[in-house]
């Protein structure tokens, strides 16, 4: 019978009543930990107003899905990682190398950078290239204004941009997967290019951590993998730049990159994409949709070949 | 009233085990529990646990002769839900993710690697899900049975190419599978070579 069967459990063998209590104070700040890594620097209001150059007639993406869906590699290969991991990321004080051919090659703290811009906001679509979509309201202004005040010469061809790469506070950087640190590219008629944009929000505050804080590159008709995240150095070049995608896997990812469903991933096709949130999956446009900005930077050249 | 018998529950226990991930799923579906991109969710976590049953059912040979042989008994059990599984993994993608849109499907097929070989991978299962009965092993005789069977282990390699294939950089887990199933094969082949000899010998020292 095994009711009343009397314990058999000594009084001393019991958890003593302080360390009873330690360990849920112990749980308690594990507890908090998590909390922070949760929600690392409170998102700051930013000051902007809406752009002209706004996609409109399109559904926002929810921000928890903007923000817990993510690929930065740096922070880990799972979509979820980089919203776990990302808290550790220290954005302020920040700095930015603008240098290669330019007039002005200088450190600017990003202070001094965003200081003579006014913010914007763009509303954009964003096509990954594994298949994926999204509608991003983002709060930048144009990458052309930074390029005009540092001058470039007459060199000056391309523009490489650089991301982060602190061990300390990026544990992806062991991951063998990417050539660190992670590297992008736009040839500068690209880069002028009035929705060619520099980030520094979403949603109307400061970037989330994982979305590429505090600064990163949005280039709506390209894959999403060309838009630098936590950018630390501008430098301008002649020749085309070594982009991280393209020297981890050449075949499959081109320089330019630019959104287009009649050219497919070797491995998937390109035509269809799913939007978050919806199921079923729906056509793909040229160059996401930006066919009538843009599409004049490419005349007469084979997109099949530069892909 | 009679009690079911100690081996039966086990049986259950195992079997209900094996629907968790499955139930799991459907809880997350109804509560939106399946992150940003449900779809993506589901034809992974499908295809998941589809690769774990076929290549965990092709580990239960080694480990019996290596002197665990619990899970042999649930040998049919196993290949049938890595089929449940294979089957719910197909289904997603052709009903949801394409809408059953068949020019595109069949496009898929004909052009990229990984669905030609993970369609071929999900044919050739189909026959040995069909001929699991124990009614079936008597119809097709023990040799031919066992000779088509044979056929889990080109399945669980496809399973792993088709796996490797898919991924955009990160191969630790195509890899994982990839090396348990290595090691299962290279096991077998030594058992082979071992029985081999064993025969070979047995020969020798007959008068």
Not at chain 1, 23 to 31: K, N, P, Q
Not at chain 1, 88 to 99: C, E, F, Q, R, Y
Not at chain 1, 128 to 154: D, H, N, Q, Y
Request: proline share 7%; charged share 20%; aromatic share 12%.
């Amino acid at each position: 019978m095994l009711i009343g069967k009397p314990s058999d459990i000594k009084p001393s063998e019991i958890t003593p009543r302080d360390l009873y209590l330690g360990r849920r104070s112990f749980l308690a700040g594990a507890g908090a930990l998590g909390l922070g890594a949760a929600f690392p620097a409170a998102a700051a209001p930013l000051t902007f107003t809406k752009s002209p150059l706004s996609t409109t007639g399109e559904t926002l993406t929810p921000l928890k899905d903007i923000t817990t869906y993510n690929n930065y590699y740096e922070f880990g290969t799972d979509k979820a990682d980089p919203a776990k991991h990302a808290g550790k990321l220290k954005t302020t004080p920040w700095t930015v190398k603008i240098d290669g051919e330019v007039e002005k090659p200088a450190d600017y703290a990003l202070e001094d950078l965003l200081k003579p811009v006014a913010l914007e906001e763009r509303i954009y679509r964003l096509r990954c290239v594994e298949g994926w979509s999204m509608v991003i309201p983002w709060v930048g202004f144009p990458l052309s204004e930074v390029i005009k005040r540092a001058g470039p010469t007459s060199k000056a061809k391309f523009v490489e941009f650089t991301t982060l790469a602190d061990k300390d506070q990026m544990w992806g950087l062991s991951l063998p997967y990417l050539a660190w640190p992670y590297r992008e590219g736009l040839r500068m008629d690209e880069a002028m290019h009035p929705l060619t944009i520099l980030a520094v929000g979403l949603y109307g505050e400061t970037l989330p951590n994982q979305n590429g804080a505090p600064l990163r590159l949005v280039v709506p008709w390209k894959y999403g993998f060309k838009y630098a995240k936590s950018i630390v150095r501008i430098r301008f070049t002649e020749t085309q730049p070594a982009t991280a995608w393209n020297m981890a896997n050449p075949e499959e990812y081109g320089f330019y990159s630019n959104v287009n469903p009649a050219v497919d991933h070797p491995r998937w096709s390109q035509a269809r994409e799913r939007r978050i949130g919806e199921f079923s999956r729906r056509p793909t446009l040229m160059f996401n949709g930006y066919a009538d900005q843009v599409s004049s930077l490419y005349f007469g050249m084979d997109l099949k070949k530069y892909y | 009233m009679t009690w079911p018998s100690r081996r039966r529950l086990v049986w259950l226990a195992v079997f209900i085990a094996c629907l968790l991930p499955f139930a799991s799923l459907v809880w997350a579906f109804f509560t939106d529990g399946l992150g940003s991109d449900p779809v993506e969710t589901l034809i992974r976590s499908t295809g998941d646990w589809g690769i774990r049953f076929l290549v965990g059912g092709l580990m239960i040979t080694p480990l019996r002769q290596i002197g665990w042989s619990a899970p042999a008994r649930f040998r049919r059990m196993i290949g049938l839900y890595a089929f449940f599984y294979v089957c719910l993994h197909l289904t997603t993608y052709l009903v949801i993710d394409q809408g059953l849109d068949m020019p595109s499907i069949v496009g898929d097929i004909l052009k990229r690697p990984y669905i030609t070989i993970g369609m071929l991978a999900f044919v050739l299962l189909v026959p040995l899900a069909a001929t699991s009965t124990a009614a079936m092993v008597r119809r097709l005789g023990g040799k031919r049975w066992i000779a088509l069977h044979r056929l889990v282990y080109p399945i669980g390699m496809l399973a792993v190419a088709h796996y490797y294939l898919l991924v955009k950089a990160d191969i630790t887990w195509p890899l994982i599978y990839g090396t348990i199933l290595a090691i299962g094969f290279a096991w077998r082949l030594k058992e082979l070579a071992r029985r081999r000899r064993q025969i070979v010998g047995a020969n020798v020292a007959r008068p």
